[in-house]
């Protein structure tokens, strides 16, 4: 459940036609949508230094979207009474995808063509956001990041080496795993960023953590990109969010950006297939060094290879499709296909040397693909896909 409040504009607010030194054409308003958690002690100087170098030059409208346990929307609607613009909050009961999930929300509740998200802890100048807007529309473009990596920007806020060299890593991984999607993003780590609501396709988002620029630009990717420099500043008051448990978040996140495609997933099914083997082979190795026959061995070292299999695939692959079917049901229905690879490669190796002609080894070696593969489409559709309802059964 969320709550909102709005605060009045002042003269100047929103759409108010008689705002000068605007640097885009009409209708090139813009809606800054800064998603805050416990950001009480930062509020009002941003909202001052909004004031000062925003409504001038644009148009403007401020939602809040607030996940705070302290008193961050109070302090909120307090300072409001004194913009010159819109502000809204809306506090989240439930923090559903963190601070992601929170820009989503902002979206959804924005007024203009043009969305800036930023961070609430001043960190993020103001004084850019006619400057992405403006750059926007003179390249026509979907997205505009404010990029610290490009001439002219700098990640001189970051404190201590420690977060530079995570940024930087964070920077690295993500560019080497979405090579083509963030073709021309230099800074996908960057929470500072104007996107046309035009090119924002809200349902397809998922977002987990707070890195939404990746998520957007991964899932719905905008019609152009381009970029502008700015220098990240130092935190205004209070202390930053990123911690060890976001940062987990983030790479659980990678994951699933990653896998979103059919064929990464059924790479990433086989090379977790294949760490299956280390826990099968250690099993295998104890029971018979312990002097149990090799082939009821053999049957239940299985078991401890499809654990190890089932256990990760929960993690890294199929992690929010777990909801639909309850963890008993998905772990009988993946233990059953993964033990009925074994009831059907031996028939399978024995048609194909026996009805086509091949060899042990390729014949060998052909099943295992064929068995991998009817493996993994098993495992989607009959355990990890949702359950059809009655009703769309009855409609059918």
């Not at 809204?88 to 929300?105: F, M, S, W, Y």
Request: charge should be positive; glycine fraction near 8%; include cysteine.
């Amino acid at each position: 459940m969320s709550q909102e409040y709005t605060a009045p504009g002042a003269p100047g607010e929103l759409g108010d036609p008689t705002v000068e030194g605007v640097e885009v054409p009409e209708p090139g308003a813009v809606t800054i949508v800064v998603p805050t958690f416990n950001e009480s002690a930062n509020v009002r100087q941003l909202l001052h230094q909004i004031t000062e170098s925003v409504p001038s030059r644009l148009p403007c409208e401020v939602v809040f979207v607030d996940d705070s346990t302290d008193d961050t929307p109070q302090v909120i609607e307090e300072a409001a009474q004194d913009c010159p613009f819109p502000v809204t909050v809306i506090h989240r009961d439930q923090p559903v995808g963190g601070l992601g999930g929170a820009v989503v929300e902002g979206m959804k509740a924005a007024g203009s063509d043009w969305i800036v998200v930023m961070d609430g802890d001043c960190q993020h100048p103001p004084s850019l956001v006619p400057d992405l807007v403006a750059t926007g529309e003179r390249a026509n473009a979907g997205l505009v990041v404010a990029s610290r990596y490009i001439k002219g920007g700098s990640r001189a806020g970051l404190a201590g080496s420690y977060r530079v060299a995570v940024s930087r890593a964070a920077t690295w991984l993500t560019k080497s795993l979405f090579p083509r999607r963030l073709h021309g993003i230099s800074d996908p780590m960057s929470g500072f960023f104007a996107i046309r609501r035009s090119d924002i396709t809200a349902e397809a988002l998922k977002p987990l953590g707070y890195k939404i620029l990746l998520e957007l630009a991964v899932r719905s990717r905008p019609r152009a990109v381009t970029e502008v420099p700015f220098v990240f500043q130092e935190r205004f008051a209070g202390e930053s969010k990123s911690t060890s448990a976001e940062g987990r978040r983030f790479l659980r996140h990678l994951a699933g950006l990653r896998t979103a495609d059919p064929l990464a997933r059924m790479v990433v099914f086989g090379l977790i297939g294949l760490t299956g083997f280390v826990p099968n082979l250690l099993a295998l190795w104890a029971m018979t060094r312990a002097g149990l026959h090799y082939l009821p061995a053999e049957i239940v070292a299985n078991q401890f290879g499809v654990a190890w299999n089932f256990l990760l695939i929960e993690k890294l692959l199929f992690r929010d499709r777990r909801r639909h079917r309850h963890w008993a049901d998905r772990t009988v229905r993946f233990a059953l296909l993964a033990n009925a690879d074994l009831v059907l490669r031996i028939p399978l190796i024995a048609l194909l040397v026996g009805q086509f002609g091949l060899a042990v080894l390729p014949a060998t070696a052909l099943a295992l693909v064929i068995t991998f593969v009817l493996r993994f489409v098993g495992t989607e559709a009959l355990v990890y896909l949702p359950r059809r309802s009655r009703t769309a059964r009855s409609t059918a």
